[in-house]
């Protein structure tokens, strides 16, 4: 019978090949379209659609969720800890934002954080997804949903009573989320970001 800890890392490293399949590239690449070298040059969702179109947008946005969602729900489905769960689906993420299929470059990850949050702390999810929501509606800018949801989820898990290993894992996504936001940042900051039209 296979060890709990050999199950473990199986997984972790399973869950990083699932995370590091581009799927917006592969997608982009269906229609003829290299999304790196188009709009914003990422491989995320809102590149998709504002490239692509809406329907391959969201396709995009389905997709990298479920790289985040599916790894996580293995665990639980397991014998294995839940504190796992927050593991494995850090490594579907950084697959997702170091992709071993791009020579460890990726996308900045907020819709395999997405499935990850959502598989771990549906709950906290709802709360970022609010925040998100609003900021949207006032601004229209996708970028500060992201960066300003991600800042709300390792709240949200702590409010909801996750163990300090769920909290220090959503910590670490939602920083690594911020950083690769950097550019949106410094755009947001000059007044030249662009502005999300639906």
């Given at each position: 019978?296979?060890?709990?800890?050999?199950l473990f890392f199986?997984?972790?490293?399973?869950?990083?090949?699932?995370?590091?399949?581009?799927?917006?590239?592969?997608?982009?690449?269906?229609?003829g379209i290299d999304v790196r070298t188009e709009g914003s040059g990422n491989i995320g969702a809102t590149n998709l659609?504002?490239?692509?179109?809406?329907k391959v947008g969201i396709i995009t946005l389905l997709g990298d969720?479920?790289?985040?969602?599916?790894?996580v729900l293995a665990v639980k489905c397991s014998n294995l800890p839940v504190e796992y769960a927050a593991w494995v689906?850090?490594?579907?993420?950084?697959?997702?934002?170091?992709?071993?299929?791009l020579k460890f470059r990726g996308g900045?990850?907020?819709?395999?954080a997405l499935g990850v949050f959502l598989a771990l702390s549906p709950v906290a999810v709802g709360i970022a997804l609010m925040v998100f929501a609003l900021l949207m509606?006032?601004?229209?800018?996708?970028?500060?949903?992201?960066?300003?949801?991600?800042?709300?989820?390792?709240?949200?898990?702590w409010l909801r009573g996750g163990s300090r290993v769920m909290v220090a894992v959503t910590t670490l996504i939602a920083v690594i989320v911020i950083i690769r936001h950097i550019e949106n940042i410094k755009r947001?900051?000059?007044?030249?970001e662009n502005r999300f039209k639906a």
């Open positions: 019978m296979m060890s709990d800890g050999v199986g997984l972790i490293f399973l869950a990083y090949l699932l995370g590091s399949i581009p799927t917006g590239l592969l997608l982009g690449k269906a229609y659609y504002r490239t692509v179109g809406r969720t479920l790289k985040g969602v599916l790894p689906g850090l490594a579907a993420f950084c697959g997702h934002v170091f992709s071993v299929f900045k990850g907020v819709a395999t509606l006032i601004w229209r800018y996708v970028s500060l949903g992201s960066i300003v949801a991600a800042a709300v989820m390792p709240i949200g898990v947001l900051v000059a007044g030249t």
